[in-house]
């Protein structure tokens, strides 16, 4: 059981997560249309589909999201093996739970990866194949400010623009397991420091 708990929560993010996904799916209208608010203008659902990674980025070939899906893939794995030698060398529990946190992510949004372009039709148009290349479903959005940006700035001038991104519980359980972990760091690696030398005349018993 000292190595499943730490799964269990990965597992728990995951169902959470695609529970979620198939509600909205199902139950909602994608784009402004569908868009629901939570909590006045600051906290909305609004259904839209991701095809890359963070904040939309995408890797610029015919293959790229096969890529990404395979890097996932390999990840997770890492990220699953990690957990089994974090927990077999005796590393903190915070920090085990926050990886397990960062596993149910990782896996929640390569389930969308994987198998959202056969289930829901929703791979990128002239996809290779549907499979690996599902779009992630994001739902969450922080409204704190959208609308079109000042002419004036570079590169980005006149283009619309949301300041926030939107995201899912799969994107959350990360986002949150990586914050805890760097505000921890001096707790969560401190067996991973090197000793301090001690002066020689004390190493030879003087």
């Known amino acids: 059981m000292k190595y499943w708990k730490y799964y269990l929560v990965a597992l728990i993010v995951i169902i959470i997560d695609q529970a979620v996904k198939l509600i909205v799916h199902y139950n909602m209208e994608m784009g ?5 608010v939570l909590l006045g203008d600051w906290l909305k659902l609004h259904y839209t589909l991701n095809p890359g990674m963070a904040f939309g980025v995408q890797l610029g070939s015919d293959y790229g999201k096969l890529i990404l899906s395979l890097f996932r893939l390999v990840a997770v794995f890492g990220i699953g093996y990690y957990i089994y030698h974090l927990v077999k060398t005796g590393a903190p529990k915070g920090l085990i ?110």
């Open 97 to 206: 739970w926050c990886i397990g946190l960062i596993l149910g992510g990782a896996i929640g949004n390569l389930i969308d990866s994987t198998f959202y372009g056969v289930l829901f039709d929703n791979h990128p148009y002239g996809s290779p194949t549907p499979w690996f290349h599902g779009q992630v479903i994001d739902m969450f959005y922080i409204d704190i400010w959208e609308g079109i940006v000042p002419h004036w700035i570079p590169l980005l001038g006149g283009k619309p623009m949301s300041l926030w991104p939107i995201f899912n519980v799969a994107d959350s359980a990360i986002f949150i397991g990586v914050l805890i972990i760097l505000f921890n760091q001096k707790r969560f690696f401190a067996h991973y420091e090197e000793p301090v030398n001690k002066p020689a005349a004390e190493q030879q018993g003087m």
């Open 32 to 36: 402004m249309p569908g868009e629901i």
